[in-house]
T-cell receptor, first 115, second 112 residues
Framework: SAVISQKPSRDICQRGTSLTIQCQVD?????MFWYRQQPGQSLTLIAT?????????ESGFVIDKFPISRPNLTFSTLTVSNMSPEDSSIYLC????????????FGSGTQLSVL | EDKVVQSPLSLVVHEGDTVTLNCSYE??????LLWYKQEKKAPTFLFML????IEKKSGRLSSILDKKELFSILNITATQTGDSAIYLC????????????FGKGTLLTVNP
């Protein structure tokens, strides 16, 4: 199974600032996904990040607010820009490993609180 | 729009009890149903189900899928305090693009 390191683990930020979350995988993967989980809510897909192309954003999420980089097959970043308290959530990166029975692996998550 | 509904949303039991968690879904082009356990931030994988009527089992946990009635259940027998977590159901659907829709989860609390 893939090992996914995500950092920071948690952060408390002021509104109007930006935070970049990093996701490192121990093997090369084609597709990486970024999810958000607001308090008491389901996991919601923000975007799919493929190496060498622009990320594909889901309805309700835009690149200006959540810019994503995918410079190679093992690394990706998600930036939460111009933060407001509504951005307080758990952010999770994930990858698919089709080589095992487990389809989707998750990183350790980033707990973001915006004051 | 794809939809995954879990029930109950929360559940409090005593150690040793048996619990059943429910997941119903409405999706286009169903491919598989997955169960995850979320204790802190990162969900960890429990089961993947693709065929109706075949029980998946791991220790005290088991799960089964009914593709005709569009639901799955997750059973936990002889619950322990370590089973306290959010249990998430997710359904993989779609054609060539990977798509996973999550339910809101069931918060299980097991008291000693």
């Amino acid at each position: 199974s893939a090992v996914i390191s995500q950092k920071p683990s948690r952060d408390i930020c002021q509104r109007g600032t930006s935070l970049t979350i990093q996701c490192q995988v121990d093997s090369q993967v084609t597709m990486m996904f970024w999810y958000r989980q607001q308090p008491g809510q389901s996991l919601t897909l923000i975007a799919t990040a493929n190496q060498g192309s622009e990320a594909t954003y889901e309805s309700g999420f835009v690149i200006d607010k959540f810019p994503i980089s995918r410079p190679n097959l093992t690394f990706s970043t998600l930036t939460v820009s111009n933060m407001s308290p509504e951005d307080s959530s758990i952010y999770l990166c994930s990858v698919i490993n089709t080589g095992s029975g487990e389809k989707l692996f998750f990183g350790s998550g980033t707990q973001l609180s915006v004051l | 729009e794809d939809k995954v509904v879990q029930s109950p949303l929360s559940l409090v039991v005593h150690e040793g009890d048996t619990v059943t968690l429910n997941c119903s879904y409405e999706v286009t082009n169903f491919r598989s149903l997955l169960w995850y356990k979320q204790e802190k931030k990162a969900p960890t994988f429990l089961f993947m189900l693709t065929s109706s009527g075949i029980e998946k089992k791991s220790g005290r946990l088991s799960s089964i899928l009914d593709k005709k009635e569009l639901f799955s259940i997750l059973n936990i027998t002889a619950t322990q305090t370590g089973d306290s977590a959010i249990y998430l159901c997710a359904v993989e659907s779609g054609g060539s693009n990977y798509k996973l829709t999550f339910g809101k989860g069931t918060l299980l609390t097991v008291n000693p």
